[in-house]
């Protein structure tokens, strides 16, 4: 594991369900590179994994160490504290209870398992440079698809 790549990476949601996007920034040694997306009818916790997720698949040639920053408890909380326990009780909550966006949460433990990450979380919309670029990127996302849908 050679390459210490940082990923940035947020999720918007325009209502909760309702359109949403994510937002995704990648950066490795002077270089960047951008990818956001949106989806018409989601939630805000869905297109935060998403912005977790589309980063760390866009990292496919080799395993990488990864500094991954997300604004989102939900996903530093669900990645570091409570996935292992998810796992051992069949993707069940301690309740009992499916765990919610289960698909997304499976995706994102395969999207992890070649690399080395180290999760950090920093509070959103606190002027912390990347995280305003990967939120302006989701919220683009989302004025895209709106303003396309419109065209139709």
């Known amino acids: 594991m050679t390459e210490k790549i940082h990923i940035y990476s947020d999720g918007a949601c325009r ?5 949403g996007g994510w937002g995704t920034l990648l950066k490795y040694n002077g270089t960047e590179k951008e990818l956001y997306g949106a989806e018409e009818e989601t939630t805000n916790n869905r297109m935060e994994l998403m912005g977790a997720i589309k980063g760390l698949e866009a990292l496919t040639k080799e395993a990488c160490h990864i500094v991954l920053t997300t604004d989102s408890q939900y996903v530093m909380k669900g990645i570091t504290e409570w996935m292992d326990g998810w796992k051992k ?6 309740a009992k209870k499916a765990v919610k966006n289960q698909d997304l949460w499976q995706r994102l433990d395969e999207a992890c398992q070649k690399h ?13 440079t990347e995280n305003e ?8 996302a989302i ?3 709106l303003t396309a849908g419109n065209s139709k």
């Open 15 to 19: 209502g909760n369900p309702g359109p």
């Open 89 to 94: 009780r069949n993707w069940k909550t301690a």
């Open 116 to 128: 080395q990450i180290e999760w950090q979380w920093v509070k959103g919309h606190s002027g912390h």
């Open 133 to 140: 670029i990967v939120d302006a990127l989701a919220n683009k």
């Open 143 to 145: 004025d895209e698809m």
